[in-house]
């Protein structure tokens, strides 16, 4: 497993200058707290890069990677001066958490000890409950996992068994197939938008703590 601290997140790097720190400010009640993107046995490492650019860019949390054959560095630090990652994520690396991982078995157990509750992503059924992404309510749980296998074979029989459903995206062309850039960003989006939706009205789960001043679920773009 990788050697990451999972308590220290990328908004401690701590740049000088005012305008990032600006930003950071801006951003922070936008991105969905315990929101995890997993991406399993990911073939091309240029994929990595484009996730991780979709989920800084959509206010995901954190970046998971069963990375078994050691493509990427166990030390975050090393990883942000990554060449190939860097340029594909055009630099969110630098400012998204991402943590390795040697097999599907170790992610599934560090999830489950912090009460992440995993959900997979396939354009075929695979024996879950499985719905179309527009079907689903990704605020039920406190803590949520979306799994994307890998571009070669899909999703692992073993994440399918240990997560909660199957989630697929809906295609009408004659073939059936995204990307890993492509359906994480799909994906993603929606699922995003429903928890800060949540997150604007409530401070606590279960709809507890209504808050008197609804946050921003959208945030102003740049003049």
Known sequence: ????????????????????RRRAREIAPFRCKNLIAVLENPTDIGNIGTV???VNALGVEKVYVV????????????LREQRTISKTSVSAVKWTFVKRFDSTEACLDHLERNNFVSVVTSPHVKGKTSIFLDEGDYTTHAKLAVWFGS????ISDLAVSRSEMC????????VESLNLGTSSGIVLYEV????????????KRNKRLPRAVPLPT??????
């Open 52 to 54: 991780i650019r979709n």
């Open 218 to 223: 959208t945030i102003a773009p740049k003049a």
């Open 67 to 78: 990375d078994p054959k050691g493509a990427l560095s166990d030390d975050w630090q090393d």
């Open 192 to 203: 995003a938008k429903q928890r800060r939706a949540y997150q604007s009205q409530y401070e």
């Open 1 to 20: 497993m990788g050697a990451v601290d999972d308590d220290k997140s990328a908004e401690g790097i701590v740049q000088s200058r005012p305008s990032v």
């Open 151 to 154: 571009e070669a074979a899909g």
């Open 167 to 174: 989630v697929s995206v809906p295609m009408f062309g004659m």
